[in-house]
């Protein structure tokens, strides 16, 4: 494919994940590239209309996108976890999206609530299609006094040592050289054990990388004492999931926090799919609707985007638009609608 022509499936989702979307999409046309996106309708109110959440035809289709990007979706009106298992989950096993890439960075002039100066940039690398999040499990007994449920982590050697590459691949590529394992091999003893024996013998192939080991509830700790320990961290589904979380609260907040669901294979290759790229929160319906939101995490998710499709240039000068803008904001002293941030990061991309 011409490297300079993406084909993009776009997911706007629910509540604000419209609206940020939106924005996202202008700063990309912005960057000057030929985006042919084509927008899907999927989330609560296509769940309430049809009753569908990712019809297979649909999903068939978006395996020919170069890239998918994602709002968010969700809605107090749909049960909890149908979205999620039927949809978000669904796409993420469905295409392959072993690497869950979450960068927890402070850029400069954005506040964090840890006391004192911080220097914090780092990118958790969470597994994402085994652990605790594959469904299986099961209940008994349901409603009565003898339930029983049991919710089971899948970990394998194929699944944990890919992930655990890419970790020493990402690590090799930073002035640190350092990667972190987060786990809790002291309680989860099997699980554990695999973990820090795939971590432990493929480090043998990159002696240049610093390896370390740190139980989760640690690390929960040093996130917000000292979270300049970590570089690189490859952790579990679940671990990740919640660590983000942290990450988000400490380098600016989840207005800021981008994701990336990739599948890292190389293109053309027979285990290939699009990868998707989305902000971390949700759809905010206490926001919702009232141009509050800001698009800076979904804009940040696009220059990953752009990175990953190997269009490093376009994507330095989306992360440098966010930037610039993040280190204007203390000094401006006001707000802006989602609508305005989108307009001043289109703005500095065109230059
Ligand atoms: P949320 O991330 O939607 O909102 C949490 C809080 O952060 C809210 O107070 C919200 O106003 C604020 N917030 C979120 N994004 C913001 C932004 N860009 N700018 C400013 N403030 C922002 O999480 P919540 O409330 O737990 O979930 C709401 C719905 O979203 C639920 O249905 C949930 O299932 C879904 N959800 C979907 C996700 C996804 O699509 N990947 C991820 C997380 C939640
Ligand atoms: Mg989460």
Known sequence: RDSHNIRLAVIPGDGIGKEVVAEGLKVLDAVGLKAETTTYDLGAARYHATGETLP????AELRGYDAILLGAVGDPSVPPGVLER???LKLRFELDHYVNLRPVRLYPGVETPLAGDHSIDMVVIREGTEGPYTGAGGVMRRGTAQEIATQESFNTAFGVERVVRYAFEKAITRPRRKLTLVHKTNVLTYAGDLWARVVERVSTEYPEVATDYCHVDAASMFFVTQPERFDVIVTDNLFGDILTDIGAAIAGGIGLAA????NPSSVGSASWAPSMFEPVHGSAPDIAGQGKADPTATVLSIAMMLDHLGLTAEAARVEKAVADDLAGRQ???????TREIGDDLAARVTG
């Open 331 to 337: 000094v401006a002293g006001i707000t802006r609608s």
């Open 56 to 59: 297979e035809e649909t999903l």
């Open 86 to 88: 039927e949809l978000l």
């Open 259 to 262: 994701s990336g669901n990739v």
